[in-house]
Structures are given as structure tokens and as C-alpha cells.
């Protein structure tokens, strides 16, 4: 049978480096607040003046995972583009970042999962290749988010938090009968709570879609209400990794690494906390990159294999919680 094995990461980082101190000129915050409520010290956004979008910034990290994975763009049978931050209202951003590779009629679709973007996108690319629709996949999650942020106090809860970044995923069918690639996967969405971290502007269902009035008032910037978001991540995310780990038939203790969305340091503290997991099996780069939506489980792991935290023979546990609401997990292994 197919298994979808991964065979080359890559991130990119603007150069751009935008401090806690660096935001205490724009907004009323603290270096220490922020460190304390989340662990951020820093993170990469994309130039003030502009020009940067995330099929740009996922251009750059796709270039390093096919090289790894010793493609040529010609190799892809399908992109998969997961932003909540598009270039452009329409069309997608997997659409720029297709005629960026040179490719002239390669399908590519960009999926909203925001946060769950990549255990979604891993969720899609398993079902792809088992039922041969197609065999080589390559995952991009990019944001370009940082332009999009209301910089003065009052959006000050959500601005400190997000960064701009991009990690890549080349993904291919290997027939194999080892237990290896996507072992288990569990999704969920509950829509119920979408009012409670989102952008509404510009909006279809407005007609002007978007006023003055509306972008004084700052409906167009993020809104989310930062603790229930919290206190349904701490509830939320202990329980799909223990559906998905009895849905793989194993253990916690078979798991090699946690690869959290990498949302708030403290989220990631307290699923530690309540699963129980010893420090090294949890990985954390919030403190460098803040909060890059549907790049961080990506460019998290990219790190984690340039680091050989993991290497040949690895079981990882991605999962993530975001807009939507949605939530999942995914088992993968890597092949011996
Ligand atoms: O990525 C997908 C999903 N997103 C998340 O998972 C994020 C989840 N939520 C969070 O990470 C946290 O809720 C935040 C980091 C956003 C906020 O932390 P918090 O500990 O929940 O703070 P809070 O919103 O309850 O605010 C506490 C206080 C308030 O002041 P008062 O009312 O107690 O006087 C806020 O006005 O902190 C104030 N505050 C700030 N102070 C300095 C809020 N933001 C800031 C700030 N700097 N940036």
C-alpha cells in the first residue's frame, strides 16, 4: 500500500526581526509582559513598505524543500497552499506560488485552516496519495499576516503575538507495508465558536463589503478573544491526542516528539503539563518566531530535523487549534 512519506523541509524567514521592545514604541505593551503571557521575544515580519506576500515567502521555503527531497517543480502533481493571509482576495495564493515555480498548468489549491492548516493539508495529502489521485505533494504554509495588524494599543492583544514566516513539505507515495508516513489522523472543526477569532472585513454579506466607518472602528483587523481561545486549546488538545494515539494503537511513550502549533508558550506548557511529557519531547520555537499560523507546525519541523531532534525511524505527534474553530493531530513516522 501507498504511504506518504516526506522527503524535503524548508522554512524562510523574512529578515526583518521586530523585538518586544521594538513594539513598545507603537503600542502600550512590555518586554515583559509578553514574555510572561507567551514566551515571544521576537519574531520576523515582512517589510513595512511592502511587496512581500506569502506565496513570495513560500517560494523561498519550497526552493529548500525540493531540493532536499531532489525534486524539480516539474515533479509536483499537486500544491496545497495554507494561508490565512493571501496574497490577494482571489485567486489563491497556491495559484502565484505554481506560476512562481515556472510551472504552467500544475493544480494547486489553497486550504483556510489557519492554524490547522498543516495537519489538515497532511490529513488531505494522506488521502491523495492512498487513493493514487496523486503521488508527489508539496504542503506550503505561508503567512504575510504582520501588514494586517492593528499596531496601536487597542489591537495590542493580538498584534504581539503573530509573526510572518513560511515552511515547506514535499510529500510522495512510496509503496511500502511498513508501519511508516501518516499513521493516524483526526480532524475537527466546530463552527459554533467562528466569531471568536477572526477577521470579518471585508465582508460579501456587507454590501459596501467594507466603509470607512467600519475601518475606523478596526473591523477589519483580527479580533480574538485571546482566553476562551486559551482554555479551549488546553481542554482540546489533550483529548484529539489521545483519540489519535488510540486511533494509531500506540502509546505515549511512542511518540519521539510533540511538534505543537506554536501559538503561546504557555499553551504548549500546559498540554505538557496535562499529558505528562518530559521537556525534551515537546518542541518550542514560539520565543524566536511568534506566532506564524498555518507555518509554524512546518518550520518547526524543519528545525527539529536540521537539529536531529528527529531523524530515520522518528514518530512525531503534529497537532494543532485555531480560527474556525478546528483542531487535530496527526502520527507520522519516518522511514528506518
Ligand atoms: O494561533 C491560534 C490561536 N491563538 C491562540 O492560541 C492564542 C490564545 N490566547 C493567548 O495566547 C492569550 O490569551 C493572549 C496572549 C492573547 C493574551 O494573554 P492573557 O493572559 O489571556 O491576557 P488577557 O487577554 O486576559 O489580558 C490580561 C490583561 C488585560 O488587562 P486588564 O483588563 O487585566 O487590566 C489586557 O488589557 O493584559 C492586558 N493586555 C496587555 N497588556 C500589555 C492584553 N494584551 C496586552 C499587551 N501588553 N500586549
Known amino acids: 500500500m501507498k504511504k506518504a512519506i ?18 513598545e514604541q507603537w503600542m502600550d505593551t512590555s518586554d515583559e509582559w509578553i514574555r510572561q503571557r507567551t514566551g515571544i521575544e521576537k519574531r520576523h515580519w515582512v517589510p513595512e513598505a511592502g511587496g512581500v506576500g506569502p506565496s513570495d515567502l513560500g517560494f523561498e521555503a519550497a526552493k529548500i524543500a525540493l531540493e532536499r527531497a531532489g525534486w524539480t517543480p516539474e515533479d509536483i502533481d499537486l500544491i496545497i497552499f495554507g494561508t490565512l493571509s493571501p496574497d490577494i482576495y482571489f485567486p489563491g495564493s497556491g495559484c502565484l506560488l505554481q506560476h512562481k515555480l515556472g510551472l504552467e498548468t500544475t493544480p494547486a489549491l489553497d486550504i483556510r485552516q489557519q492554524c490547522t492548516a498543516f495537519v489538515y493539508g497532511l490529513e488531505m495529502t494522506d488521502a491523495f496519495i492512498r487513493s493514487g489521485y496523486y503521488n508527489r505533494i508539496l504542503f506550503v504554509g505561508a503567512e504575510a499576516q504582520s501588514t494586517a495588524l492593528d499596531l496601536s494599543t487597542r489591537g495590542r492583544d ?12 514535499c510529500l510522495e507515495g512510496v509503496e511500502t507495508d511498513d508501519p511508516v508516513g ?3 489522523t483526526n480532524m475537527h472543526a466546530q463552527g459554533e465558536f467562528a466569531e471568536i477569532l477572526t477577521v470579518e472585513l471585508p465582508s460579501p454579506r456587507l454590501n459596501p463589503w467594507i466603509t470607512a466607518e467600519m475601518i475606523n472602528k478596526g473591523r477589519h483587523y483580527p479580533y480574538m478573544d485571546g482566553r476562551l481561545v486559551f482554555k479551549t486549546a488546553v481542554r482540546r488538545l489533550p ?12 502509546s505515549i511513550d511512542d511518540i519521539d516528539l510533540f511538534i505543537p502549533h506554536q501559538a503561546n508558550l504557555r499553551i504548549n506548557q500546559a498540554f505538557a503539563k496535562a499529558m505528562n511529557l518530559p521537556e525534551e519531547k515537546i518542541f518550542h520555537n514560539v520565543q524566536r518566531y511568534g506566532n506564524t499560523t498555518a507555518a509554524s507546525i512546518p518550520i518547526a519541523l524543519d528545525e527539529a530535523l536540521e537539529q536531529n531532534i528527529i531523524g530515520d525511524g522518528s514518530t512525531v505527534l503534529f497537532l494543532a487549534l485555531g480560527a474556525g474553530l478546528t483542531w487535530g493531530a496527526v502520527i507520522y513516522r519516518f522511514e528506518q
Do not use: C, E
Request: hydrophobic share 40%; net charge positive; proline share 4%.
Open 182 to 184: 501518516i499513521l493516524a
Open 6 to 23: 516526506i522527503k524535503g523541509t524548508g522554512r524562510y524567514l523574512p529578515p526583518r526581526v521586530v523585538t518586544n521592545h521594538d513594539l
Open 158 to 169: 493580538v498584534s504581539v503575538i503573530f509573526g510572518d514566516g513560511a515552511g515547506a513539505v
Open 239 to 250: 483529548q484529539v491526542t489521545k483519540s489519535t494515539l488510540k486511533k494509531a494503537g500506540l
